[in-house]
């Protein structure tokens, strides 16, 4: 029997909880997307629902989200964007026709068309980088600080100052670990 896929971690931006589909990158990596379906899975969360996926579509998604993450991570270390990766978010955004639709109750629902869904899904995570990316957006990217994890990921946060891309995983982590060398 397959063991059960690792948790999603979620987050409140697109773009960067994208990128967190693959996990502690600077020490094993831990892939939370292994299959088409997990994909689908992901998408729906974020009210992106697609109805199916093809292996080939789950590596052009893996291909956009490491887009994202080489270039989120260059802005937030201050430095230049990689070329190929600001290439592929651009081709990516430009090859999704997503539209926003306001449901009954408030909220923002994305209507993807049947037949490019998941071009379509693609397109609005590569839109969400570029704001981000470009700062259209009020927040700032900054790198997780633990040294196994070096997650991007966007703070919002009132004073910008987080160091953790989620503190119940990271930030809980790294804390227990201090701690641990302290107290031995």
Do not use: Y
Request: aromatic share 4%; proline share 6%; net charge positive.
């Amino acid at each position: 029997m397959p063991a059960d896929p690792p948790e999603f971690r979620l987050g409140n931006v697109l773009s960067t909880s994208f990128t967190g589909t693959l996990t502690e990158r600077s020490g094993d990596p831990v892939e939370r997307i292994p299959t088409p379906g997990r994909l689908v899975e992901w998408l729906a969360i974020f009210g992106l629902d697609v109805p199916s996926c093809s292996q080939v579509q789950l590596e052009r998604a893996r291909e956009l989200r490491e887009a994202i993450h080489a270039a989120a991570t260059a802005s937030a270390s201050g430095r230049a964007l990689p070329s190929s990766a600001v290439e592929l978010i651009n081709v990516r955004s430009a090859g999704g026709h997503a539209s926003t639709r306001l449901s009954p109750t408030g909220e923002r629902m994305w209507e993807l068309r049947s037949t490019r869904a998941l071009g379509d899904a693609l397109g609005v995570i590569a839109a969400d980088a570029i704001d981000i990316i470009s700062g259209a957006r009020d927040g700032r990217l900054a790198l997780c600080a633990s040294p196994t994890c070096r997650a991007a990921f966007f703070d919002t946060s009132r004073s910008r100052t987080r160091r953790w891309c989620d503190m119940n995983t990271c930030g809980n982590k790294e804390k227990k670990a201090r701690f641990s060398a302290r107290h031995p």
